[in-house]
């Protein structure tokens, strides 16, 4: 099936229980996650061998996080243990009109001081079929910048295909900032998961808005088309999401082969918990393409598979590969007995 291994900060998540307010609650819920760790889950749920490269402070809450991969059946054995703290995160979910928020607490976490130095790249690619990392770990600091684009080169090196989510984060860094530090690392990625305004604001890449009016499928292929033209990417993949509220929206996927796009099927879903349905896309779409799945399978379970992550509490997807094959099979909602 491939073996997958992500680099990337694990955060700690606290959050009130029950859709209340940060500035009312005096109890807060505890998730680990973070988007590379939340692909490397979700994968391992799906029965892909993964493994998550990064660094924890060597006390409880770095332990925690380590037991909570390892739960989960991720290889945590290229996890390096120092360096001052555990990054976090608060999330107080939105409801209705009331907006979701969230607030980082993550300077000076353990990945931003990490030193290529501190990882054998060697044994880490070897045996390995696919790298993802997302620009958030391109972003956090200098040193992790510097390691994501040591081990995008060593894993094209190696032979191996490389992933990359944009994940473009404004409250860590400035879009030219981005810019500059993406335009260095295109080059290695094959597979890349970004929206259009990613390709607009960070690249420059802009197609006439008027297609987006009139055919929303239209837009997002002239657009690929003009990325691909400068980014010869093996697959191109975006989630288009309509926000009727904080609790409810309509989400659909897109892929482009170079060649063809393909559009899946939209859902309307009612929120559970909308952190991670990113990275259930993306995990949904590298599981497809490991299995060697034809392109329309490939979006259609990669759509469901984020849609499924809507209605399920905390960073990460629990699911079987059949309960998103279900879905978006046969829309199937009764009770299973």
């Known amino acids: 099936m491939g073996r997958v291994v992500t680099l990337g900060e694990v955060l700690l998540r606290l959050s009130p229980p029950n859709r209340n307010r940060l500035v009312d609650s005096r109890t807060l819920e505890v998730n680990y996650g973070g988007s590379e760790a939340n692909v490397a889950v979700a994968l391992s749920q799906y029965g892909v061998e993964t493994a998550l490269v990064t660094k924890l402070p060597e006390h409880e809450l770095g332990d925690a996080a380590i037991h909570t991969l390892r739960g989960f059946g ?6 390096v243990r120092g360096g001052d703290r555990l990054g ?12 979701s928020k969230v607030i980082y607490d993550r300077k000076h976490s353990s990945i931003a ?4 130095d501190e990882f054998d790249l060697d044994e880490i690619f070897a045996g390995r079929d696919l790298f993802h990392v997302s620009g958030i770990t391109l972003g956090i600091s200098e040193s992790s910048f510097q390691l994501a684009k040591a081990c995008m080169e060593k894993a094209k090196e190696t032979g191996l295909k490389v992933s990359f989510d944009f994940n473009y984060r404004s409250k860590l860094w400035s879009l030219e900032e981005a810019t500059k530090k993406f ?17 607009t604001n960070i690249l420059g890449i802009k197609v006439d808005e008027r297609f987006a009016k009139n055919d929303i499928q239209d837009y997002y ?10 980014y010869p990417f093996t697959f191109i993949a975006s989630s288009i999401r309509s926000v009727e509220s904080a609790s409810r929206n ?4 897109l892929i482009f082969d170079g060649k063809d796009i393909y559009a ?11 952190v991670g349905t990113g990275d259930a896309f993306t995990a949904g779409f590298i599981y497809s393409y490991l299995t060697k799945q034809d392109e329309q399978y490939k979006v259609e379970f990669a759509t469901a598979s984020a849609a499924l992550k809507h209605t399920i509490s905390g960073d990460t997807v629990a699911a079987t590969p059949a309960e998103v094959e279900r879905l978006f099979k046969t829309g199937e909602f009764r009770l299973q007995r």
Request: charged share 25%; hydrophobic share 40%; aromatic share 14%.
């Open 183 to 199: 335009e260095q690392v295109l080059e290695y990625v094959d597979i890349v998961f970004a929206g259009h305004l990613d390709f």
């Open 74 to 79: 991720v290889d945590v054995s290229h996890v």
């Open 250 to 253: 309509r989400y659909q996927g």
């Open 113 to 116: 001081q990490a030193r290529i």
């Open 221 to 230: 292929e002239n657009l690929y088309r003009k990325v691909h033209v400068r």
């Open 88 to 99: 976090v995160y608060y999330l107080e979910n939105g409801y209705s009109i009331r907006p």
């Open 264 to 274: 899946s099927q939209a859902y309307t879903v009612d929120i559970v918990d909308r």
